[in-house]
C-alpha cells in the first residue's frame, strides 16, 4: 500500500483547499485597509500610547496562584499529548487516511496553539513539553547532586537557533514531499526532542526559551493579547496590540517573524493556481528540491522588501536600515498572525481540527473511543465557504492595520506626528504590498 | 498642508500597488505552458440541461464584475488549437481544460468528466473542474495500468485497470477544492472545485 501522499494545495494535512476569494472581496480588502491606514496615521495618532498602556491593569496575584494550580495538569496533559502523537507516529497508525501524529504538529500545534497565543497569551509557556522535560532534567540534576547548570544570560547564538528550527520545520510542513507521513513527523519529533534535551542539558532550561522555534514565535504571538502576567505572576490585563511594544528590538527576532511570514506566503502561493503555472506538477524528491528553492525565495522576497522600507524610512530619519528594521519589527506580528489566520483558519475548523479530535480518541487505530470522538464524521459544513473567505479577508486587512497602527505609534515616539507618517511612508508602501499580495494569492487560490 | 498631502501621495502611490497587482491578473491571462496538452483533448466535461450559465468551468469568472482581466480579449488565450470555438472565451489564466458543453437528452444528469490515465499521470495535463454546489458528479476514469482513483475530502475511492474504465457518481456536497490522485503513482490527476 503506498503512503498516502501529501498535497500540493492543503497544506500537508488537509483534504480540502480554500475556494478562491472573489475579486471584489480583494478590491474592498485594499481599499479599506489603505483608507484605514491613512486615516489613522494623518489625523488621529499623535503621540506614542501603546508603551504606557502595556502594563495593563492587575486583577491581583490570586488569580495567578489558581493559574499555577491550573498549570500542573495541563502540563502533564500536554506532555502526554505529545508522547501520544509521537507514539501514533512512531507506531504507524492511521484511521483511513488521517494520522495523529501530523494532525497533531502540523493543525493543533502550529495553527491552534498560535490562534491560542494570540488571544490568550503565552499558553505555550506552562503547555511546551520541552520545558517540562527540561525543568525535569534540571531536578533529576539537583537529585543526582550535580553541578546546577548556569541558567543565566542568553544563549550562543541568541534566537537564530529558533530560526534555524522554524526554517527546518518549515520545509518538512511545505516542502518535503511526504512531509505529513508517519515516518517524517515522528523522525522529526525525536530529532527536534533530542536538540531540546541536548542543549538543555548543555545550557539549562534557558535554551528552551530560545531555541524552541514555536516557543519564541507563540511569544511573540501573545504579546498581542491582552492578557499576560508581570514578574510578580500576577495576571495583567492591557490593551490589544500594546504588549508589542515590549518586543526586544533584535534581528534574530525579525528573522523569525520574516521567516515565519515568508514561509505562510510561499504556501499560499505553492496551493495556488500560479504555482503549477510557475514551475509545472512535479512529485517527489523533484517537487521537494523546487519546494525548497522556492520556499527560500519567497521568503528572501519577504524580507528584501521590508529591508527596502528600512532602508527608504532610515533615508528619511536619517537612521541605518538595519537599526529602523530592529525598530519596527514588532509591526510583523500582527501581519503573522493574519497570514496564519487566512491560511489556516479552514484547515483548523474544518478537516484539520475535526479529525485530530476525532482521531485522539483512537490514535493507535484499534477501535479505542477514549472521549467519544472517535465515529465523529467530519464536518464540512461547521462554517460556510462565505465565512471562511471573509475571515481570510478580514485577518489580512486587520493584520495589516494592526501593523501599521503598531509601526506608527513607534514612529511618533521620538517625532512628531506629520513627519512621523512622512517618514513612516516607504513601510506604509512594503505593508500595503504585503496586504496586496496575501489577498491576490488567495484570490488564485 | 503637509501630512494631509503626504498623506495623498501615499494613498495615491498605494492604489498604484493595488491596479498593478490587478494589471498582473492580466499579464497572466495567456494560457500557461500546459494549455498546449489540451490539444488533443479526451477530456470533456458534459454538462446537464440545468447546469447554469456557467457551464464552463471557468474558475475565475462567477464573482468576477466586469474587469479589465475580462474585458480585455487576449489573443493568445484563443490559440488556433481550441477545440470549441464556440465556448466563450474568458481568459482565465489558469483553466487549460477546453470542455465542450453539449446539452445532453437526460437532465439532471449532472457533471460528467472523463479522465485518461497513463503511467498513472492525466494525459491532459492536471486541470481544474469547476462543479456547482450539489451538483451530481460522473468520474469517468481510463488508464494503461491498475490503480485507483483517489478523491480528496470526498475519501472516495474508483479503480480501473487497462481497457476496463472505472465509474464513479457522487453528489458534490462539500464545497472546496479538492484533489483527485492516482493511488498507487501517487500523482495528481485533477482538482474539483466545488461551489
Known amino acids: 500500500m503506498t503512503a498516502e501522499l501529501n498535497s500540493v494545495l492543503a497544506h500537508g494535512v488537509g483534504s480540502r483547499g480554500d475556494l478562491p476569494l472573489p475579486f471584489y472581496l480583494f478590491g474592498i480588502g485594499a481599499a479599506v485597509a489603505l483608507m484605514a491606514t491613512f486615516i489613522s496615521l ?88 520541552f520545558e517540562t522535560i527540561a525543568a525535569a532534567i534540571e531536578w533529576t540534576a539537583k537529585k543526582l547532586g550535580l553541578p546546577p547548570i548556569d541558567d543565566t544570560g542568553e544563549i550562543p547564538g541568541g534566537y537564530w537557533p529558533a530560526v534555524v528550527a522554524l526554517f527546518w520545520f518549515l520545509l518538512f510542513e511545505l516542502c518535503y514531499h511526504e512531509g505529513t507521513t508517519n515516518e517524517a513527523v515522528g523522525g522529526a519529533m525525536i530529532a527536534y526532542t533530542l536538540g531540546m534535551v541536548g542543549g538543555s542539558a548543555v545550557y539549562g532550561r534557558r535554551w528552551v526559551r530560545q531555541a524552541d522555534g514555536f516557543g519564541v514565535l507563540f511569544s511573540l504571538l501573545a504579546k498581542m493579547s491582552p492578557l499576560y502576567r508581570d514578574d510578580t505572576g500576577a495576571v495583567r490585563l492591557r490593551a490589544p496590540l500594546s504588549g508589542l511594544t515590549t518586543v526586544t528590538p533584535r534581528i534574530d527576532i525579525l528573522a523569525v517573524l520574516l521567516m515565519v511570514l515568508g514561509g505562510t506566503t510561499f504556501d499560499s502561493l505553492a496551493g495556488s493556481t500560479l504555482w503549477p503555472d510557475l514551475v509545472g506538477t512535479h512529485r517527489g524528491w523533484t517537487a521537494t528540491g523546487i519546494n525548497t528553492a522556492g520556499m527560500i525565495v519567497v521568503i528572501a522576497i519577504m524580507a528584501f522588501l521590508y529591508y527596502l522600507g528600512s532602508l527608504a524610512v532610515g533615508w528619511f530619519t536619517e537612521q541605518s536600515a538595519a537599526e ?58 461547521l462554517v460556510s465557504t462565505d465565512a471562511i473567505a471573509w475571515v481570510q479577508f478580514s485577518a489580512i486587512v486587520l ?41 491576490w494569492l488567495l484570490q488564485k487560490a | 498642508m503637509k501630512i ?39 477530456v470533456e466535461a458534459t454538462l446537464g440541461a440545468t447546469a447554469t450559465s456557467t457551464a464552463a468551468p471557468t474558475i475565475k469568472t462567477t464573482n468576477t464584475p466586469p474587469s479589465p482581466a475580462t474585458e480585455e480579449p487576449t489573443p493568445e488565450s484563443t490559440p488556433a488549437q481550441t477545440p470549441a470555438p464556440t465556448v466563450v472565451p474568458t481568459a482565465t489564466p489558469s483553466t487549460t481544460s477546453e470542455p465542450t458543453p453539449e446539452p445532453t437528452p437526460t437532465p439532471d444528469v449532472g457533471t460528467t468528466i472523463e479522465v485518461e490515465v497513463a503511467g498513472g499521470k492525466p494525459v491532459d495535463g492536471v486541470q481544474r473542474y469547476r462543479i456547482d454546489a450539489r451538483d451530481s458528479v460522473t468520474i469517468i476514469v481510463s488508464g494503461d495500468t491498475t490503480d485507483e482513483l483517489h478523491i480528496h475530502g470526498y475519501d472516495l475511492v474508483v479503480g480501473f485497470a487497462p481497457g476496463r474504465p472505472g465509474t464513479i457518481t457522487f453528489e458534490a456536497d462539500i464545497p472546496g477544492i479538492f484533489e483527485v490522485e492516482t493511488h498507487h503513482h501517487g500523482d495528481l490527476v485533477m482538482e474539483l472545485q466545488v461551489g
Do not use: K
Open chain 1, 42 to 129: 494623518s489625523y488621529f495618532w499623535h503621540r506614542a500610547w501603546l508603551p504606557a498602556a502595556a502594563s495593563g491593569r492587575s486583577f491581583g496575584t490570586a488569580a495567578g496562584r489558581v493559574l499555577d494550580v491550573v498549570a500542573v495538569p495541563a502540563r502533564l496533559a500536554s506532555l502526554a499529548l505529545f508522547v501520544l502523537a509521537l507514539a501514533s507516529s512512531v507506531s504507524g497508525a492511521a484511521v483511513g487516511s488521517q494520522r495523529f501524529g501530523p494532525l497533531t504538529v502540523y493543525v493543533a500545534l502550529w495553527v491552534g496553539m498560535a490562534m491560542v497565543a494570540a488571544v490568550f497569551g503565552d499558553v505555550w509557556r506552562v503547555l511546551n513539553p
Open chain 1, 324 to 381: 529602523v528594521a530592529r525598530r519596527f519589527a514588532h509591526s510583523l506580528v500582527p501581519i503573522v498572525l493574519g497570514y496564519t489566520v487566512a491560511h489556516y483558519f479552514s484547515l483548523l475548523v474544518l478537516d484539520g481540527g475535526q479529525n485530530f479530535l476525532r482521531l485522539l480518541s483512537n490514535p493507535f487505530d484499534r477501535g479505542s473511543n477514549w472521549f467519544g470522538t472517535a465515529d465523529w464524521a467530519v464536518n464540512f459544513f
Open chain 1, 399 to 439: 493584520g495589516h492595520i494592526a501593523a501599521v497602527l503598531v509601526a506608527h505609534d513607534r514612529a511618533v515616539e521620538t517625532s512628531d506626528a506629520s513627519e512621523a507618517t512622512w517618514a513612516q511612508r516607504p513601510m506604509l508602501l512594503v505593508m500595503v504590498f504585503y496586504s496586496v499580495v496575501g489577498l
Open chain 2, 4 to 42: 494631509a498631502r503626504s498623506g495623498a501621495t501615499c494613498l495615491i502611490a498605494a492604489i498604484a500597488m493595488v491596479a498593478a497587482a490587478c494589471g498582473n491578473d492580466d499579464a497572466s491571462a495567456p494560457p500557461p505552458p500546459t494549455a498546449s496538452a489540451t490539444a488533443q483533448s479526451t
